[in-house]
């Protein structure tokens, strides 16, 4: 792979051309916003390729972390440049701290030896390393000086980009481990959580008597491959998303095969398998667009619920979801899915980010608090009437009023509930697929 791939030469005098531009972009800004500190963002890319697919997917991973970085009262971005992606941003701090950060940035991130982040005072001048007694860049091909490099041509320029796509593959290696690990860290997370009701945790079975959590350890690292499969194919997707979720449903029903394969016939992570492979594709996917993860997800599964519950009258053998859709008119997780997991977004995550506690008590709560916000449909399965959704209102109500897991009597409660639920046979398997959707997000932002 590499990151020149399909990139269009320029010349010379599109390069000067350009920074023109960019000097009077900036004067443009400057009119508007006079006493703030303005931050210029380029690509230091070697030979006269400056524009690919790949490089404005380093563009993107670095505006993503810079932006975490500086609060902008204002910015903008341009990435089809074939020159290279630039951007501006209008800071409200000091131009001195703000340089400070720019050289962390580039020193610490990962890809930040590709950017060139020049700070612009308010009174027209760049501020330099030099200036602030910093060291010098350091050459991404020898260590050195790179500006005494750069002066000297002391690497030719096919060098440079062997070494800048060394430095691209050890960043997405790094980060397809990251995104695959924490795929199966939040399976392992949900597992983990105790008591729930019904469900299986480390000290219960809970309503499911072919399980344990070991199985369910060996089920979710069983999926390695299926996210490994999944990142590979996110990343590099140039064709529609609708046609993007049939390949992930053609990895998950291969995915399907090793999990069952693993547990000997037993359904662990069958829901799993679709909903967290839609929303890690879909982060993934996020990498190369320009596109609200919720809007991936919702142009990806466009139709799917009128596809998938169209004609059901003329089928003489229908599944639980299906007589769901018929008799209630419920679409399951195929319609939260197809509305972009509003339960995850709107409820469950910031919830979490919020609640105060354990490890264990905080997504306890969650899980309790998705079990509200959506119709369970593996619940009404097991209960054989949609009735058991208000009982189960009253009793999450009656668990957060006694101040949910945090304290004595909220704990108390839920061992309780969790009894009731393993007499009757109930489960909240639905809303436990959510919680590890929710899981999922909060580990990737390293917040949990």
Known sequence: MSIFTKGKPVSLADILAS???????????????????????????PGNIKNSRQIQLIFRAGMRELTRVFTAQWQTTHLDLQTGPEAILVVDISDNTCKVKAVAFETQFALGRLFDVDV??????????????????????????????????????????????????????????????????????????????GLVDPGSQGSHKDMDAFLFIDSAISLRPYFTALYDVSLSWTASLPSLFEEIRRLGIKAEITMLKTTEDVNTHKGVIFSLGILFSASVYQKQASLDLQNIICQMLAGLTEQAFAGLSNKSTLTAGESQFLSYGLTGVRGEAEKGFPVVFDLALPYLKNRKGTMNDRLLDTLMLIATGIKDTNLIKRAGDITVLADLQEQVTHYFDLGGAKTTAGKAYMYQLDQAFIRQNLSLGGSADLLILTIFLELLTDAL
Not at 19 to 45: E, G, P
Not at 120 to 126: E, I, R
Request: net charge positive; charged share 25%.
């Open 120 to 197: 612009l005072a308010a009174d027209g001048k760049y501020l330099s390393r030099a200036t602030l007694g910093m060291s010098c860049r350091p050459c991404y091909v020898c260590g050195e000086d790179a500006k005494i490099c750069a002066r000297s041509q002391q690497h030719p320029w096919f060098a440079m980009q062997k070494a800048l796509n060394a430095l691209y593959l050890r960043y997405v290696s790094k980060d397809k481990e990251k995104w695959i690990s924490t795929a199966i860290r939040a399976m392992l997370y949900e597992v983990s959580v105790t008591p729930k009701p």
């Open 19 to 45: 920074k023109v531009a960019r000097v009077a972009r900036l004067q443009d800004v400057r009119q508007t916003f006079s006493d703030a500190t303005l931050i210029s963002i380029t690509l230091n890319i």
